[in-house]
């Protein structure tokens, strides 16, 4: 008798935990399913991108002399689901338990601990890919009354020694945020991403989901993710040497043509394993202290990973399954139909659409700023939101995109990981990007035809939600501005936002995700 280790689309390290360890025979099974790929209508380029790193990374460990089951998508007696898979695959193979590390859904763990008892028992081991597991930021998190990033990011600089010199931070400050918000001057232009090849593989498997998935939101046709690890070490080489230099000084820059800009790219790789966080902090840490990136890049960039990834990954283990209920502001609204489309007259919407579908990516600040901000000020229901999010994009998982959409773009946590809603009018936008000089709209009037409705609805946002911010000191600012205008200009503002609400065209509003 032996176990059947199960390894999930976004295990894809030889180190993993559930590999350690394995007795001889163990058989190794890696199954595409269908309902992985429909419980949200996925992205092309993400199941793409899932499935062909899934076979590239089975050939490596056949290559490596495991036993390696590989259930095929269109393989006749593949039953389409993970634990039924994996079930049928322990029995025809006389597997006596089904071990997995943990994976990176609530909805996923539940149905497998629940299966802890069964006669075929399913293991849990766990993910220890992490700088943190869920129980060391339990301990942290544990008797303290806000749970901000800021304090978990210091101690995680302490414990790991980045960018430390004893037990000071280097340059004498933990955060050179204020250094990294300019927007991109007119003329600098970005680096192209690499270009990988696309193997025999990779090509079966963009015809096999084009074939299946050709339905979904999204374009296959610009496909360029790193599919395996080393493609992935390409891409990071790539970032270390021509993108982090000025990836903190346009952290927070949008622009009408360029999609990535000097973000890395890196969060799928990461995310499906193909790299470790550790090394890509380290190789950022050595570009820095070789001179060859400023210091508020390289913190800038560890931040993000050593800081935010961990974070809202500690926060999403410790909080789910009532996170995923939260609706501190109580959107109801569903979403609207062009976040399906990009058929809209917002220039930076439409723009921030269209590149997600073309790809399967937006930035950090398109993410929080544009789609997630309009949302935020349309009181669209987290539920709607979040599989909105799940779907579109080729680095979403459950575990990252839930804190960062539930609880960082819709406050729907009441200020658990942000001290104030991040809602922006139409002048954050033109101060950031140059789509408004693109758009129909003018950022600098608010209750005219012509008037971006991005800065009534901001108005409109803060005088409905005035009460349950009255008591946010950060807050106090924007609603003494709104106590001193007339009441006549009020009701104009909440006029234009409201008339710009009934052009909505929305999915009918929602509670409940498609998932929940
Ligand atoms: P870079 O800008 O180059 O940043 C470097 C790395 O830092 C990223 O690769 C990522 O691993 C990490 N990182 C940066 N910001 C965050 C953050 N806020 N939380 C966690 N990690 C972060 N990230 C995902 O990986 N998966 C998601 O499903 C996801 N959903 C999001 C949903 C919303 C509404 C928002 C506002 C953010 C979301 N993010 C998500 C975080 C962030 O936007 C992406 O990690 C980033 O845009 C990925 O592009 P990049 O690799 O070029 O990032
Ligand atoms: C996202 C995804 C997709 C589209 N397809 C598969 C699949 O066929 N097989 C698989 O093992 N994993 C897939 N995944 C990733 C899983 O959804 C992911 O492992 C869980 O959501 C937990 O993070």
């Known amino acids: ?4 280790i199960l390894v999930l689309g976004d295990q894809l390290s030889h180190s993993l935990s559930s590999l350690r360890d394995a007795p001889d025979g163990a058989v190794v099974a890696l199954c595409e399913v269908a309902e992985e790929g429909r419980y949200v209508p996925h992205h092309p380029q993400k199941i793409a991108l899932i499935l062909a790193a899934m076979r590239h990374f089975a050939g490596e460990l056949r290559a490596k002399g495991w036993r390696v089951h590989y259930s095929a998508l269109d393989a006749p007696d593949n039953v389409q ?71 978990f990011y210091r101690e995680m600089r ?6 430390m010199e004893g037990d000071s931070p280097l340059g004498g400050r933990w955060n050179f945020d204020h250094d990294n918000r300019e927007p991109l001057p007119e ?46 070490l390409v891409d990071l080489r790539h970032f270390i040497a021509n993108l982090l230099p000025h990836f903190g000084r346009y952290q927070d820059a949008i622009s009408d043509d360029q999609p990535f800009l000097f ?33 508020n890049a390289a913190e800038g960039f560890i931040r993000q990973i050593l800081g ?36 809209t007259e917002l220039r930076c919407l439409k723009r921030a659409i269209e590149m997600t579908r073309d790809n399967a990516y937006a930035h950090h600040i398109q993410r929080l700023m544009v789609t997630g901000n309009f949302a935020l000020l349309c009181d669209v229901a987290p539920a709607a939101l979040c599989d909105w999010y799940l779907a579109v994009y080729a ?7 839930l804190p960062n959409t539930l609880g960082m773009v819709l406050h729907g946590d009441g200020g658990l990981m942000g001290s104030k809603p991040y809602c922006a009018s139409g002048k954050y936008l033109d101060r950031m ?54 009441d006549a200009r009020r009701t104009a503002l909440r006029k234009r936002a409201e008339a710009f609400l009934a052009t909505l065209d929305t999915e009918p509003a929602y509670g409940q995700g498609a998932h929940s």
């Open 1 to 4: 008798s032996c176990p059947l």
């Open 81 to 151: 689901t993970l634990i039924g898979e994996a079930e049928r695959l322990a029995a025809l193979y006389g597997c006596d338990e089904v071990r997995v590390t943990r994976p990176g859904e609530w909805r996923l763990w539940q149905a497998m601990q629940e299966r802890r008892d069964a006669a075929l028992p399913w293991r849990l081991v766990e993910d220890d890919r992490f700088y943190v597991t869920p129980d060391a930021f339990a301990d942290w998190a544990r008797g303290r009354s806000t749970l901000r990033l800021e304090g």
């Open 158 to 163: 302490r414990h790991t020694g980045l960018l």
């Open 187 to 232: 003329h600098l232009e970005a680096p192209e991403p690499p270009c990988h090849r696309r193997d025999a593989t990779t090509r079966e498997v963009l015809v096999l989901v084009a074939e299946h998935f050709g339905d979904h939101f999204g374009a296959l046709e610009g496909f360029h993710w790193p599919v395996t690890r080393r493609q992935s």
């Open 263 to 295: 973000h890395s790219r890196l969060s799928a790789a990461l995310n499906l394993g193909l790299l470790a966080p550790q090394e890509v902090c380290a190789a950022v840490e050595a570009a820095y202290q070789d001179g060859k990136a400023p210091l």
């Open 308 to 343: 935010w990834r961990e974070y809202v990954r500690g926060l999403y283990w410790t909080r789910m399954p009532s996170y995923k209920r939260a609706n501190y502001l109580d959107g109801q609204r569903g979403l609207p139909d062009f976040y399906w489309s990009g058929d």
């Open 395 to 401: 680095d979403a998982c459950e575990w990252v995109e």
């Open 433 to 486: 990007s140059d789509h408004c000089q693109r758009c129909r709209y003018d950022p600098k009037r608010s209750t005219e035809e012509n008037a971006c409705p991005l800065n009534s609805l901001y108005w409109r946002f803060i005088e409905r939600h005035a009460d349950r911010l009255a008591d946010n000191p950060r807050m106090k600012p924007i609603l003494g501005n709104l106590a001193r205008m007339s």
